[in-house]
């Protein structure tokens, strides 16, 4: 497989993983896969045995370690470019990894270089034993690297005596639309969450170019910001409630395909204003998905530090997310706990349930 091909594989993989998490939410929510998948990756660089298989199995499928950190860490510095490229502040993204390990635990040499050439994560010890001033040393960092917008992401109940690590993600995300919303269409109409629940919001509407593509299965959009090749692209099912049936019917490839065959044409879109937010302890999910060993007694992350007895106890995602008619603000932070086992147009009217994310311009690599 050439190149390309490979970064088409990884690609999907990520694809399919980003459409396993949304499918076990039934409601309106928030997720950042994204940010999900660096921090299990993070952890996965030092799986091995069944563990390292499971986790593989879910977030590589049959590609590489290599392609999988070199994806995600591509991603991370493709999107961190943002950063530099509008010094204006209209699109801003900051992202940090950091792993919080107890005070007395010893974490292999080649780990710790693992995390700072891959993902650019540093190590902190911490006293795992007060948890009290653990959490808020953790939630601190939280709330700084998210400009104060993620707070209490760490709860004290996820820390006790045999806490040895936690790796946190965090990011913050600020898009200047390229296209603002006209103002004067800003009109409150009904909005169908779900079959027999509607609701009055505010719905903005604009017509201009977008992106625009359809298959048979639904419809993406494409809604540039202000930093060349930074998009949200808004995915709707054809039928009013059909989303749970997309979502379902969807693959990897397919959502890559459907969003890379977006070309440009006019549009009205209505899109409502909106503000999420959402909490998850994932653990039950993941195993859903097939990551069991990792959470058990079994697990094996010798390649993290020679005291074997290391398994994840919690993975804790918060997200929130704001859509106005100038910009969209997204926070997304992730914990993974460790710790010790004891062996004892168109149109485009988006008045209903859709799946939306922001990313590169459509590409699979």
């Not at 993989?13 to 990756?41: C, E, G, Y």
Request: one cysteine or more; proline letters at 1%; charged letters at 25%.
């Amino acid at each position: 497989m050439d190149s390309h091909g490979k970064a088409n594989s990884i690609a999907a993989a990520q694809a399919d993983f980003a459409l396993q998490l949304l499918r076990r939410n039934k409601h309106s929510t928030v997720v950042s896969p994204f940010s999900i998948a660096t921090a299990l990756a993070m952890v996965y660089g030092g799986a091995q045995g069944n563990t390292k298989h499971e986790m593989k199995s879910v977030l590589a499928k049959e590609n590489t370690d290599e392609e999988l950190h070199q994806f995600l860490k591509n991603c991370t510095s493709s999107a961190l470019s943002t950063k530099t490229a509008n010094a204006s502040g209209e699109t801003y993204l900051e992202m940090a990894n950091k792993v919080f390990v107890e005070a007395q635990f010893d974490i292999l040499a080649e780990f710790s270089k693992f995390l700072e050439s891959r993902y650019e994560g540093n190590l902190e010890h911490v006293d795992f034993s007060d948890s009290a001033a653990a959490v808020k040393d953790l939630n601190a960092w939280v709330e700084q690297t998210t400009h104060g917008h993620i707070k209490d992401l760490i709860d004290s109940s996820i820390i006790n005596s045999l806490t040895k690590m936690i790796l946190v993600n965090a990011a913050y995300f600020k898009g200047t639309w390229r296209v603002k919303f006209d103002q004067n269409r800003t009109n409150e109409e009904t909005f169908y969450v779900s079959e027999g629940v509607a609701k009055r919001v505010s719905m903005m509407a604009h017509k201009t170019k977008y992106g625009f593509a359809k298959d048979s299965k639904g419809r993406v959009l494409q809604l540039p910001y202000s930093n060349e090749g930074l998009s949200m692209f808004v995915v709707l099912p054809h039928d009013r409630y059909g989303l749970r049936d997309l979502l379902s019917n969807l693959n990897g490839n397919h959502l890559l395909d459907l969003v890379s065959s977006c070309r440009t044409v006019e549009v009205d879109v209505k899109l409502p204003k909106f503000k999420l937010e959402s909490t998850f302890n994932l653990s039950q999910t993941l195993k859903e998905m097939g990551i069991r060993d990792a959470f058990e007694d079994t697990a094996d992350f010798s390649g993290i530090s020679d005291n074997r007895h290391l398994l994840i106890s919690d993975v804790v995602h918060k997200a929130f997310v704001e859509v106005t008619r100038k910009v969209t603000r997204v926070q997304f932070s992730g914990s993974i706990g460790g710790r010790k086992w004891n062996r004892s147009c168109s149109g485009y009217r988006c008045s209903y349930a859709d799946a939306s994310c922001s990313s590169d311009a459509p590409s699979r690599s």
